[in-house]
């Protein structure tokens, strides 16, 4: 099970740190993706970090701006997304899955456990 929270409304420039609680799984063994969905739109990758390694990986949307980090002693990874644009404004979902190959880290159909998602809304 995965549990996203720390969504919120902020200003245009400002900061939020989402979370991501895992149970019911091995977290060490889980690459956890963020990802996110805006009205009308098609659910988008956002940022990823490996299971082994931790390597990380984003969106070139954000690149620069989020930084994904994970604490395997609380089994949550998180989200900390500074200088948020109108257009970061979207419901965030995490996802989990041990198997996710490098080359498709990316893409959310490779997921296999989600969140409910937490909604975000940059205000201008």
């Known amino acids: 099970q995965l549990q996203a929270s720390g969504g919120g409304l902020v200003q245009a420039g400002g900061s939020l740190r989402l979370s991501c609680a895992v149970s019911g799984r091995t977290f060490s063994r889980q690459t956890i993706g963020w990802f996110r969905q805006a009205p009308g739109k098609e659910r988008e990758f956002v940022a990823v970090?490996?299971?082994?390694?931790?390597?990380?990986y984003y969106a070139d949307s954000v690149k620069g701006r989020f930084i994904i980090s994970r604490d395997n002693a609380k089994s949550t990874v998180y989200l900390l997304m500074n200088s948020l644009r109108p257009e970061d404004t979207a419901v965030y979902y995490c996802a989990a899955d041990p198997s996710v190959i490098l080359s498709s880290v990316r893409d959310p159909r490779q997921y296999d456990y989600w969140g409910q998602g937490t909604l975000v809304t940059v205000s201008s």
């Open positions: 970090i490996r299971s082994s390694g931790g390597s990380t």
